[in-house]
């Protein structure tokens, strides 16, 4: 933010606003955090679901054999864990088959069970008699996340929108384990960022946590079947204590809702103001004090903002009440307000402000967008050409609001025409690609090769040098003293000088030959 010195002489003066890391990443940290604490291990579950069977035909083959499915797992994302609801449904969808595909082949013959990492992992977890109420409460948990992910991939302006929302998203987490008395008692963000999660006596007893109904089915299921006893029952239902209290402690550690400021900007979001006025002009007055803290504005502007805010609030209460609470966070912020309160004099200095806070920004929306994106685009085999013209297209599309009217033109059928002679040329050129590449790599290896030769080289022709010497040294020195012993050393170093240069001769004939090598490439 630029705050304008009212000095003209003097820069204006550059004040950092902090709101924190961004929301995403914190959301998709805390979450992966938290089911890793668990122990669970349901990453290399959902992995091995998938490796087991997509680079063998031979296993496919089989499992549609013995058990009569052909539908399979989907390939786990190890970065981003909320992406992964669909894998895990998946996965919940096909345990019946792997149940029966793993115990049929390990009750076969020892010769014919895999040796494979992904197959010593579906055993393990087969042999756990709660792991479907794992995967399901990593679903139910996900999907209690997943909105707030989508909302906040937009490019819009939504920093406004996003403590009420991270609200939401702990009250609904903390509601599931802990006590009434202390949760209920989080009337509003601040409060609420202050629960410690951790404390044993804020947390109700593990048969009282909500699970979800699928969950609390599965168990009950498994009880009833007697696939797990009372103490493995117990012991899961606190690890996904342990899971909860990890996810939420992470995000009330880390989340911009720790930031006054952030809670703050709260004031701006029309539906806030028509549902919440008096709350919103105390949220408004807690952002000045900021604004002032920090000098990004002065008190007199700050006591003009105020009143305009209120006169704001009570023209929205009397005549647009209806149109604020119906405001949907999908149409631009900057557009309904500058409608609202841009065009009037009497609101000029409540929109210079407004302006000013606008450009604060949510996070790296853009950057989670484009991973989205390529989800949805991506398909096996697919190479880097493809990608980048699918989302060429995909952004063209996505910015025009749809396909262009009128967009089949003569210029688009002759390129169509001509596709397959451009996909002719372009195989033309990876060939060529390709051969330079090798060559680029032989030459290389030829290089690589003929280093140690001339070191060896090098290294001989001064042993050659040296030997002889010494050897003449030990010569004369043993008829001086006449000692025999040392005339055969003079003897045996001589020798040794005669081999090293045969060495040199065979080291010159394998360089030369690799020179050779090197000008026919």
Request: hydrophobic share 35%.
């Amino acid at each position: 933010m630029f705050r304008q010195s009212t000095d003209q002489s003097r820069s204006p003066t550059l004040t950092v606003v902090n709101v924190g890391s961004c929301g995403l990443h914190v959301v998709y940290g805390a979450f992966k955090y938290g089911v890793t604490a668990t122990g669970w291990k349901l990453d290399s579950l959902l992995r091995s679901l998938y490796h087991m069977f997509s680079d063998s035909p031979a296993r496919k083959e089989e499992y549609e054999t013995l058990t009569g499915s052909s539908t399979w797992s989907l390939s786990f994302c190890g970065t981003r864990w909320l992406e992964d609801v669909p894998v895990a449904e998946r996965a919940l969808l096909v345990w019946p088959h792997i149940e029966k595909y793993v115990t049929t082949t390990l009750s076969g013959p020892k010769s014919k069970i895999p040796v494979i990492p992904s197959f010593h992992n579906l055993k393990e977890h087969v042999l756990d008699s709660l792991s479907t109420a794992k995967l399901q409460f990593f679903i139910t948990i996900a999907k209690v996340l997943t909105p707030f992910l989508k909302k906040f991939q937009s490019g819009a302006l939504m920093l406004p929108f996003m403590a009420e929302e991270l609200y939401a998203i702990l009250w609904t987490l903390l509601e599931k384990f802990i006590k009434k008395s202390v949760h209920q008692e989080a009337t509003t963000a601040a409060k609420l960022s202050k629960i410690d999660v951790l404390k044993k006596e804020n947390i109700l007893s593990p048969k009282k946590v909500d699970v979800g109904f699928a969950c609390k089915i599965l168990l009950q299921e498994a009880h009833a079947k007697k696939k797990a006893s009372p103490l493995q029952v117990l012991e899961f239902q606190n690890e996904h204590i342990v899971l909860l209290q990890k996810l939420t402690n992470k995000l009330l550690e880390c989340c911009p809702l720790q930031y006054a400021i952030v809670r703050q900007l709260t004031c701006m979001d029309p539906r806030y103001m028509a549902k919440n006025p008096d709350s919103a002009i105390s949220k408004c007055s807690g952002l000045l004090q900021q604004l002032i803290s920090k000098e990004v504005e002065s008190p007199d502007s700050c006591d003009t903002f105020l009143q305009q805010y209120k006169s704001f609030i009570t023209e929205v209460q009397k005549y647009h009440k209806d149109e604020f609470v119906a405001y949907n966070s999908e149409q631009g912020l900057d557009s309904f307000l500058y409608g609202c309160i841009g065009e009037k004099p009497e609101y000029s200095k409540l929109w210079e402000a407004f302006k000013m806070l606008l450009i604060l920004f949510h996070g790296q929306s853009c950057v989670e967008r484009g991973f989205s994106d390529n989800k949805d685009i991506l398909s096996y085999n697919m190479q880097d050409e493809t990608l980048i013209s699918y989302r060429m297209a995909y952004d063209g599309i996505k910015n025009q609001d749809g396909p262009m009217e009128d967009s089949v033109t003569k210029e688009l059928l002759l390129s169509c025409r001509h596709a397959h002679a451009r996909y002719q040329s372009c195989l033309n050129q990876k060939k060529k690609t390709e051969e330079a590449s090798q060559k680029k790599k032989r030459k290389k290896e030829v290089q690589e090769e003929l280093q140690p030769s001339r070191k060896k080289k090098e290294r001989l022709e001064k042993m050659v040098q040296e030997l002889p010497k010494e050897a003449d040294k030990l010569a004369s020195e043993a008829e001086t003293k006449h000692k025999m012993d040392l005339l055969v050393k003079s003897d045996a170093m001589h020798s040794k000088s005669r081999e090293k240069r045969k060495e040199i001769k065979n080291e010159e004939k394998n360089i030369d030959g690799l020179q050779k090598k090197l000008k026919l490439m």
